[in-house]
């Protein structure tokens, strides 16, 4: 049975840079503020009109189908990961597929969010061992700018996103030790809304304690898309930082712990770990708990700002630009978002 392989890497972000400056002009906050809690400089933002999820995953496809040395035609399974979709439905899978002239082949669109690409790597490695595939692209695009609410109210989530994709190839190789090793895929939605984008939604509160025969009138016109739930800020995304946090830097070390003892590996044996690249302090906080060198972890959030399903490929595309990533290398690539979702994959490139 054939591993599989990233044979070609790519990304693009926007020509938009918004410095931590910028945002003064719309919210009460600082650049100073935004690095202590982040370590985020500046992020990048798409064209409002023209520039979508699906077209700026377009240009990193074309960039790493040509570094995999194939053509869009090549392609027999798209797999698409992002939280900021062109339409509620269809998915951006078939959208890049009719952009890029492809075969009528699959799409499959994944919402793991700040996971998406490690789960999704997960579900084109299982399709290449089965020979099911030879020619898997996996796009991780998000354009965040449309949905943050860019005011003081929405400061502690709106300073943290950018947009931007990355995309790899994946396809199988007969080389002995080479590849992706082992995948690891997990959740627990417990504290699904401690981490969200409630409306527009179906849920109809029904996670709610309150019974909806109690509401009054107020709480009732927020069941639906209503004038309330937008002075209430209800349709941008909530989140509980410091709860998030808490929960990263235990499931981060454990999930790349679990990939290095499956393949009866360590920590001093990873040449790069490629975390999601959600806050700066996360990162620093799980090379220290893993005991890491500078030169064993690659960020990149100060540049670019947390990308979700997006941030991985773009920082893998970048390591490998800089040649820090290198033929024979152990590579280790995990996440932890929304859901909560978390993951890993181990690879010898």
């Not at 077209?55 to 035609?73: D, H, S, Y």
């Not at 597929?97 to 699959?106: C, L, S, T, W, Y």
């Not at 770990?273 to 090379?287: G, K, M, S």
Request: charged share 20%; glycine share 8%.
């Amino acid at each position: 049975m054939p591993n599989s392989r990233i044979a070609g890497v790519g990304y693009y972000v926007p020509k938009n840079v918004f410095t931590n400056n910028d945002l003064l002009k719309y919210m009460d906050t600082s650049d100073e503020w935004i690095q202590e809690r982040s370590g985020i400089k500046e992020r990048r933002y798409a064209d409002r009109l023209g520039e979508t999820t699906t077209t700026m995953g377009v240009e990193a496809a074309k960039i790493a189908i040509e570094r995999a040395g194939i053509t869009p035609q090549d392609i027999d399974f798209i797999i698409f990961a992002t939280l900021s979709p062109d339409y509620y439905f269809p998915g951006c899978g078939v959208l890049l597929q009719r952009a890029m002239k492809m075969k009528e082949i699959g799409a499959l669109d994944i919402r793991n969010q700040c996971s998406g690409f490690v789960y999704a790597l997960s579900i084109a490695d299982q399709y290449i061992k089965s020979g099911m595939y030879k020619n898997i692209l996996i796009v991780g695009s998000e354009k965040h700018s449309f949905g943050l609410d860019f005011s003081t109210r929405g400061r502690n989530i709106a300073v943290i996103f950018g947009d931007g994709a990355g995309a790899v190839v994946v396809q199988p190789t007969e080389k002995e030790g080479q590849g992706i090793l082992s995948t690891h895929l997990h959740s627990d939605g417990e504290s699904a809304e401690i981490l969200a984008m409630y409306n527009p939604g179906t849920h109809a509160n029904h996670w709610v304690q309150k019974p909806v025969a109690d509401f009054d009138d107020a709480e009732m016109g927020n069941l639906f898309m209503s004038k309330d739930m937008v002075e209430k800020a209800q349709n941008f995304p909530n989140m509980d930082g410091p709860a998030v946090f808490k929960k990263a830097v235990i499931k981060f070390p454990e999930v790349v712990m679990e990939a290095l003892e499956k393949n009866k590996l360590s920590t001093t044996d990873i040449s790069l770990l490629i975390p999601h690249q959600a806050n700066l302090r996360i990162a620093q906080f799980v090379q220290q708990q893993l005991k890491l060198s500078d030169e064993q972890v690659f960020n990149n959030i100060d540049k670019y700002g947390n990308t979700t399903a997006a941030s991985i490929p773009i920082a893998l595309a970048e390591a490998w630009e800089q040649g820090k990533v290198k033929e024979g290398d152990l590579v280790c690539l995990a996440a932890f978002g929304s859901g909560f979702t978390w993951g890993s994959a181990l690879m010898r490139w």
